[in-house]
């Protein structure tokens, strides 16, 4: 890293006594693009409080010590930050680690380094951060082997995955490929490093925290296991990150395949399985990545498109006291984001249907925005409804929402007009990702 001018900050004399592994991962390259990806994917500050704007200065200041350290081994990574975000749908907590920005550039440093080694090893089934590889592919897999007359699903829940994960049973799967001391070393203090809740700091004797750079690599590196064992049992699955599901042809099948794939899991990897959450369902039944399966079409799940909507509804909530651009900006935001994931589901209606309640939506907020009689009248006469209907609408007492569908609010607000505000439509953004438009 050069940070934003000045001498740079990762330059150093060579160190002919360090293992080659730590050699590549202290290299000035290296840690450049270490630091240019952390920049990049922004973040929060750790627990020492530090921000991305504020590191370059310290790293000026302290790299020198600090890479001294990570040499002689004697380098203490800080507690991770505990942040909590709720899951959709009111379905409790996830819990995040957020490490201070030295540690994410020295994660990402090593993380560079180590997955080249253990990606070439990887099996097929496995999509979960993964180079060339997406939860779309895990999806389009699923179908393929749907496809092919594997009819139920074993879907097997993983229970509290990234809080229970064994550190003796990684750090021995790592080690298989990894010999040098040193590093292992370091990335058991990783793994120990602590988190810091509230102004507590609590010990982290079992897990990986979701939210460093590492912990994706880590959690492949142990799951691989599984994979190959699946491979070897000759099992049809797909696997990204610890959403596992095995297919089969029979519920009796599944059945099996279940026991025995669970007393694995528990006996050899020392995980937890949620047994009243795992399941043999047929694939009609199956929820996978916020997808289900019809035939071999790929539906959004029913829980997908409710939390889409209930999402919109805040966007567009009359008592969100922003400006109509500013409510557009966010919403297009939004809207882009769900349908890079969620626009290659094959269903159509409820496409449509969200697209008119959308649009319902912001007519709504504009009448909320006119407030008075005489504006609302004056601005639908200016978009062109008739004098009747613009005084009958705009004198009216009923509700908001009840007056966005009025021949009125629609003929002056329409689809077009709305268009020319800035606001994106469901159906054109998913017309576009299914290669439609």
Same mark, same amino acid.
């Not at 000045?6 to 630091?35: C, F, Q, T, Y």
């Not at 939210?211 to 064992?229: A, F, M, V, W």
């Not at 008119?356 to 409804?385: A, E, F, H, S, V």
């Given at each position: 890293?050069?940070?934003?001018?000045?001498?740079?900050?990762?330059?150093?004399?060579?160190?002919?006594?360090?293992?080659?592994?730590?050699?590549?991962?202290?290299?000035?390259?290296?840690?450049?693009?270490?630091?240019?990806?952390?920049? !990049?994917? #922004?973040?929060?500050?750790?627990?020492?409080?530090?921000?991305?704007?504020?590191?370059?200065?310290?790293?000026?200041?302290?790299? +020198?010590?600090?890479?001294?350290?990570?040499?002689?081994?004697?380098? #203490?990574?800080?507690?991770?930050?505990?942040?909590?975000?709720?899951?959709?749908?009111?379905? $409790?907590?996830?819990?995040?680690?957020?490490?201070?920005?030295?540690? &994410? *550039?020295? #994660?990402?440093?090593?993380?560079?380094?180590? =997955?080249?080694?253990?990606?070439?090893?990887?099996?097929?089934?496995?999509?979960?951060?993964?180079?060339?590889?997406?939860?779309?592919?895990?999806?389009?897999?699923?179908?393929?082997?749907?496809?092919?007359?594997?009819?139920?699903?074993?879907?097997?829940?993983?229970?509290?995955?990234?809080?229970?994960?064994?550190?003796?049973?990684?750090?021995?799967?790592?080690?298989?490929?990894?010999?040098?001391?040193?590093?292992?070393?370091?990335?058991?203090?990783?793994?120990?490093?602590?988190?810091?809740?509230? $102004?507590?700091?609590?010990?982290?004797?079992?897990?990986?925290?979701?939210?460093?750079?590492?912990?994706?690599?880590? !959690?492949?590196?142990?799951?691989?296991?599984?994979?190959?064992?699946?491979?070897?049992?000759?099992?049809?699955?797909?696997?990204?990150?610890?959403?596992?599901?095995?297919? *089969?042809?029979?519920?009796?099948?599944?059945?099996?395949?279940?026991?025995?794939?669970?007393?694995?899991?528990?006996?050899?990897?020392?995980?937890? *399985?949620?047994?009243?959450? =795992?399941?043999?369902?047929?694939?009609?039944?199956?929820?996978?990545?916020?997808?289900?399966?019809?035939?071999?079409?790929?539906?959004?799940?029913?829980?997908?498109?409710?939390?889409?909507?209930?999402?919109?509804?805040?966007?567009?909530?009359?008592?969100? $006291? *922003?400006?109509?651009?500013?409510?557009?900006?966010?919403?297009?935001?939004?809207? &882009?984001?769900?349908?890079?994931?969620?626009?290659?589901?094959? @269903?159509?209606?409820?496409?449509?249907?969200?697209?008119? %309640?959308?649009?319902?939506?912001?007519?709504?907020?504009?009448?909320?925005?006119?407030?008075?009689?005489?504006?609302?009248?004056?601005?639908?006469?200016?978009?062109?409804? =008739?004098?009747?209907?613009?005084? +009958?609408? $705009?004198?009216?007492?009923?509700?908001?929402?009840?007056? !966005?569908?009025?021949?009125?609010?629609?003929?002056?607000?329409?689809?077009?007009?709305?268009?020319?505000?800035?606001?994106?439509?469901?159906? @054109?953004? %998913?017309?576009?990702? #299914?290669?439609?438009?």
């Amino acid at each position: 890293m050069n940070p934003d001018g000045g001498d740079d900050v990762w330059r150093a004399d060579r160190e002919p006594a360090l293992d080659n592994l730590m050699v590549r991962i202290l290299e000035r390259d290296n840690l450049k693009r270490s630091w240019e990806r952390v920049k !990049s994917n #922004q973040g929060a500050p750790g627990s020492d409080g530090m921000s991305l704007e504020d590191f370059p200065a310290y790293a000026r200041e302290h790299w +020198s010590e600090i890479r001294q350290s990570l040499i002689d081994g004697s380098y #203490q990574p800080r507690p991770v930050r505990r942040v909590v975000i709720p899951k959709p749908r009111g379905k $409790g907590e996830r819990k995040l680690g957020v490490p201070c920005v030295i540690d &994410r *550039v020295i #994660q990402q440093a090593i993380l560079q380094v180590l =997955s080249p080694i253990f990606e070439s090893e990887f099996s097929e089934p496995s999509y979960g951060s993964r180079p060339k590889r997406s939860a779309h592919g895990a999806i389009r897999q699923v179908k393929t082997i749907v496809k092919m007359g594997y009819r139920y699903a074993v879907d097997l829940d993983l229970e509290k995955f990234f809080d229970t994960v064994n550190h003796d049973v990684l750090m021995s799967r790592i080690a298989r490929k990894v010999t040098d001391k040193l590093l292992l070393r370091l990335i058991g203090r990783y793994l120990r490093a602590g988190v810091l809740v509230g $102004g507590t700091i609590e010990a982290t004797d079992w897990g990986t925290p979701q939210g460093s750079p590492l912990s994706p690599l880590l !959690s492949n590196i142990l799951l691989d296991d599984l994979d190959k064992e699946l491979e070897a049992r000759g099992h049809r699955f797909v696997r990204y990150m610890d959403d596992l599901v095995i297919l *089969v042809k029979s519920r009796r099948a599944g059945r099996r395949v279940m026991a025995k794939t669970s007393r694995y899991l528990t006996q050899k990897m020392k995980l937890k *399985v949620n047994r009243e959450k =795992s399941r043999v369902v047929k694939v009609e039944d199956l929820q996978y990545l916020g997808f289900t399966f019809r035939g071999i079409r790929i539906f959004a799940s029913e829980p997908a498109i409710r939390d889409f909507k209930h999402r919109l509804r805040g966007l567009t909530s009359r008592s969100w $006291g *922003v400006s109509m651009a500013e409510r557009i900006e966010r919403l297009n935001r939004y809207l &882009r984001g769900w349908m890079n994931y969620f626009g290659i589901s094959q @269903h159509y209606s409820p496409i449509e249907e969200l697209d008119g %309640w959308l649009r319902r939506r912001m007519r709504m907020c504009y009448w909320k925005q006119w407030r008075r009689p005489r504006t609302r009248i004056t601005n639908l006469l200016k978009l062109g409804t =008739s004098r009747r209907h613009a005084f +009958s609408t $705009g004198l009216s007492r009923k509700g908001y929402w009840r007056l !966005s569908k009025t021949l009125a609010t629609q003929t002056g607000m329409t689809n077009e007009w709305l268009e020319q505000q800035g606001l994106l439509s469901i159906r @054109h953004l %998913w017309m576009k990702v #299914q290669g439609y438009a």
